[in-house]
């Protein structure tokens, strides 16, 4: 009797583990599952800028900067150490203090800045909390890990230091980094994307300030509250968007990303509408133009000159979803443009967007 009773008690005592062990996992993978699931964060009119500040722009050259950049509220003086060359996009200043061909649009800015607060907080108020390998994964460093798709949470600061990191998913996957405190990248450090991930569909909130080492490698969109410094050599394919302070560069290569993150029987869907800064810019003769459709609609792509005249239709008609790039040659058919300052406006649906290039002779 009493081998039977002990040998029942240790047949209960294994299953009540075993099922206490299945329920254990299947509560990790929930949790990992609900993390997993994520959205882009919509980041407004933010999303035209390749770097955003509120103090101070500050370059020591040569920089490559590919993408729109904005300083609000603060003097457009306040954006100093950039050659005529050094920016393909359009610089855009609350006055007129700005640096040369620079665009004075306090109300655009101020909504840009207004977009970034709500992006901000949309990031740091994703849940569900994260939990397991979610929550402070590497301690606070991620250097040498491997990162799925998710919502992540540091409590204090996070850092990418002795190794690099590789985010691995799809085109459609979306990895947003909750960071309390600072954020700091090693020098030489890689962020690596593998499996298709796009640096377009990586956010890291950062509750104080952003550094990049020296010669790092960087993907995806920086939120800070504060600052965002780059040391020297340091690239980013991605965007600096820094609410109060500053964004520091030094030699550095940013490249605003693409914006694509639908993807249907192999082709790449752009996720919004969008008009992308010409390349080259300044140019002579010729330029390209390219925009992103992010459904069938019709399109108008016109050209004017400072008094608001066209000079050009460059695209009239319906045209798919989709990623297009329209050649402009300034001597095409009858036009034989002088140097100066153009606008060029792309109408797409309800969605207007204007940018300014240059000609030169």
Do not use: C
Not at 6 to 14: D, E, F, M
Not at 159 to 179: H, K, M, N, P, R
Not at 211 to 223: D, E, N, R
Request: proline share 4%; no cysteine.
């Amino acid at each position: 009797m009493n081998t039977y009773t002990k040998h029942t008690t240790n047949i209960l005592t294994r299953l009540t583990r075993f099922f206490g062990a299945i329920l254990s996992v299947a509560l990790i993978m929930s949790a990992t599952v609900m993390s997993q699931t994520q959205t882009a964060v919509n980041l407004g009119s933010t999303a035209n800028y390749v770097i955003l500040a509120g103090s101070l722009v500050s370059n020591i050259p040569l920089s490559a900067i590919t993408g729109d950049i904005g300083l609000s509220p603060a003097a457009g003086s306040n954006i100093t150490g950039f050659g005529l060359t050094e920016v393909t996009g359009t610089i855009y200043t609350v006055d007129v203090s700005g640096p040369a061909g620079s665009t004075m649009a306090p109300t655009l800015l101020t909504a840009a800045k207004g977009d970034l607060t709500i992006a901000y907080n949309d990031a740091a108020g994703r849940t569900p909390v994260p939990t397991g390998n979610f929550l402070n994964p590497g301690s606070g460093n991620i250097g040498g890990l491997t990162l799925v798709p998710g919502l992540y949470k540091f409590t204090s600061s996070a850092s990418i230091t002795g190794s690099d990191v590789t985010l691995t998913g799809s085109a459609t996957d979306v990895w947003i980094f909750q960071i309390a405190a600072d954020l700091n990248v090693g020098n030489g450090i890689k962020v690596i994307l593998a499996g298709g991930a796009k640096a377009a569909n990586i956010f890291w909130q950062v509750g104080t300030s952003a550094t990049l080492g020296t010669t790092s490698v960087f993907k995806g969109t920086i939120m800070a509250d504060q600052s965002i410094s780059l040391n020297t050599g340091a690239a980013v394919e991605g965007r600096l968007l820094a609410s109060i302070a500053a964004v520091t560069l030094a030699s550095n290569a940013v490249t605003r990303p693409a914006t694509a993150t639908a993807v249907a029987n192999g082709v790449v869907t752009p996720q919004q509408f969008e008009l992308f800064q010409n390349y080259p810019n300044p140019f002579n003769p010729s330029t390209k133009i390219q925009y992103n459709l992010e459904k069938a609609v019709q399109v108008s792509l016109k050209v004017y000159n400072l008094l608001g005249d066209e000079v050009a239709t460059l695209v009239k008609g319906p045209q798919e979803a989709g990623s297009y790039t329209v050649p402009f040659n300034s001597n095409m058919g009858t036009l034989n443009l002088s140097s100066g300052v153009y606008f060029y406006r792309l109408e797409a649906g309800s969605f207007l967007s204007t940018k300014k290039f240059t000609l030169i002779k």
